[in-house]
Antibody
């Protein structure tokens, strides 16, 4: 199971910080993603982090995103700086599987998702 | 950047077959996944690696991927299948989602 936690309200220009706690299994040997969904819109991938700490970020958000992992607590975190109203969304964490086939075609899919947490950016 | 395109909406009568498409440049050379999302709930993986079903997903859900189009097919569609469906692929070290399709049964 995955559980997101963090403030539900963040002021413009401040940093949004969320944590995802992994329970019922180890955080090791998987990739861990953050995805968000603005009200009434589709899913937007923010980035992922491997348990070792390596990261991939959405190019459109890369300058404002920082992810970290704490294997001792089975947690990983998202920090999104300089937030604006457009960052208002439901934020999900999810477990990802990343691998390649025999012809080196890489794939990534997310098979376990948290329930999501609503974050509103407003003064 | 890579883009995936889905129709905004698809309608189907109960018991009929629903097909939801996802288009992207040479998408057939990548692997597609599909997620079902009901109102107020988090997404659920229904298809991965183009055509594989996770444990617990009914057999009426199937997938294919060739050329520039991946397709999610729901056979014998039931009222409980009414939801938003999102396709997803991996490209240049990033996850890409389609815009989502609202399936009305």
């Amino acid at each position: 199971q995955l559980q997101e936690s963090g403030p539900g309200l963040v002021k413009p220009s401040e940093t949004l910080s969320l944590t995802c706690t992994v329970s019922g299994g180890s955080i090791s040997h998987y990739y861990w993603s953050w995805i968000r969904q603005p009200p009434g819109k589709g899913l937007e991938w923010i980035g992922n982090i491997y348990y070792s700490g390596s990261t991939n970020y959405n190019p459109s958000l890369k300058s404002r995103v920082l992810m970290s992992v704490d294997t001792s607590k089975n947690q990983f975190s998202l920090h999104l700086s300089s937030v604006i109203a457009a960052d208002t969304a439901v934020y999900y964490c999810a477990r990802g599987t990343y691998d390649s086939d025999a012809t080196s075609h890489y794939y990534y899919y997310m098979d376990v998702w948290g329930k999501g947490t609503t974050v509103t950016v407003s003064s | 950047s890579y883009e995936l395109t889905q129709p905004p909406s698809v309608s189907v009568s109960p018991g009929q077959t629903a097909s939801i498409t996802c288009s992207g440049d040479k998408l057939g050379d990548k692997y597609a996944s599909w997620y079902q999302q009901k109102p107020g709930q988090s997404p659920v993986l229904v298809i991965y690696l183009d055509r594989k079903r996770p444990s617990g997903i009914p057999e009426r859900f199937s997938g294919s991927n060739s050329g520039n189009t991946a397709t999610l097919t729901i056979s014998g569609t039931q009222a409980m299948d009414e939801a938003d469906y999102h396709c997803q692929a991996w490209d240049t070290s990033a996850v890409v989602f389609g815009g989502g399709t609202k399936l009305t049964v």
